[in-house]
């Protein structure tokens, strides 16, 4: 059973900094599609930023600049590293790796449990 599980959330000030870590088991950092999604209080979850197996990143426009996702193959592991953080950032940050079905691969789409990140003013 693959498991995704995060960690690094907290309580922040605002302009500080915290980064994120995602382990996950099976092996599936480097095959998949790797991202970071928040769901803040009342609001829809929402892509921050995401990974491609080659390496092509993309980030949603609330966080350009100010977050930075990197993966570690030989650690099955993805970090997001948040900064100059706002109060609107505070949310559940849940890492996912998603694989497309093909007819070759079966694919898949997992996600953690998420981690609560705080950033007070």
């Known amino acids: 059973q693959v498991q995704l599980v995060e960690s690094g959330g907290g309580l922040v000030q605002t302009g500080g900094s915290l980064r994120l870590s995602c382990a996950a088991s099976?092996?599936?950092?480097?095959?998949?599609?790797m991202g970071w999604y928040r769901q803040g209080l009342g609001k829809q979850r929402e892509l921050v930023a995401g990974i491609t197996s080659g390496g092509r990143t993309d980030y949603g426009d609330s966080v350009k600049g100010r977050f930075t996702i990197s993966r570690d193959n030989a650690k099955n592991t993805v970090y997001l590293q948040m900064d100059s953080l706002k109060s609107e950032d505070s949310a559940v940050y849940y890492c996912?790796?998603?694989?497309?079905?093909?007819?070759?691969?079966?694919?898949?789409?997992?996600w953690g449990k998420g981690t609560l990140v705080t950033v007070s003013s």
């Open positions: 996912n790796s998603r694989r497309p079905t093909t007819p070759l691969v079966t694919g898949w789409d997992y």
């Open positions: 099976g092996g599936i950092v480097s095959r998949s599609v």
